[in-house]
């Protein structure tokens, strides 16, 4: 059996914990966040509680998510990408990240990070470290302008960036 992909794994709300949502014992008025949720898992969430924050895999090499991010963006819900840096099993260094890192004096972090940001204004990068150099150099990728022949570069060949910058969802 192969492993599972986390983007493959959709959470599905249980009926307990939906129950518990609508009845208003568990969500008390506050929003709350989603991970691993799809089109029909937010849509099923924001029909008990207010959703502030959907968390889901989401970086330069996977972006299958871009029309959820997009429905994120049009209902003002944060989209908070894990493995922004890659993680698990998908190291986010490639030519295409590298080519365009060298282009801008940045490591392929600071540029992973910088097409992230560029992907919308509701994406929280978030990607987590201990070491305050990785800190400093995460922080300065906000600093970093993408041109249009970068974000074309770095989005996966199935897509390609619109004009103003920001990536739309697959055709």
């Known amino acids: 059996m ?25 969500a008390r008025g506050s929003p709350f966040g989603a991970s691993n949720v799809g089109a029909a898992q937010l849509a099923e969430a924001r029909s008990i509680a207010s959703v502030a924050a959907v968390q889901n895999h989401f970086h330069v090499h996977h972006d299958g998510d871009a029309a959820l991010l997009r429905q994120c963006e049009e209902l003002g819900i944060a989209y908070v990408p894990f493995f922004p840096l890659g993680g698990g099993r998908a190291p986010i260094d490639a030519e295409r990240v590298e080519r365009v890192a060298a282009r801008h004096g940045a490591t392929v972090a600071q540029t992973a990070l910088a097409w992230l940001l560029a992907a919308s204004p509701r994406i929280l990068a978030i990607p987590g470290t201990g070491v305050a150099d990785h800190l400093e150099e995460n922080v300065a990728a906000s600093g970093i302008r993408l041109t249009e022949r970068d974000r074309v570069e770095l989005t996966p060949s199935r897509r390609r960036p619109p004009p103003n910058g920001r990536c739309a969802p697959p055709p």
């Open 2 to 26: 192969g492993a599972v992909r986390p983007s493959a794994v959709r959470t599905v709300l249980p009926r307990p914990c939906a129950a518990g949502f609508r009845s208003g014992t568990l």
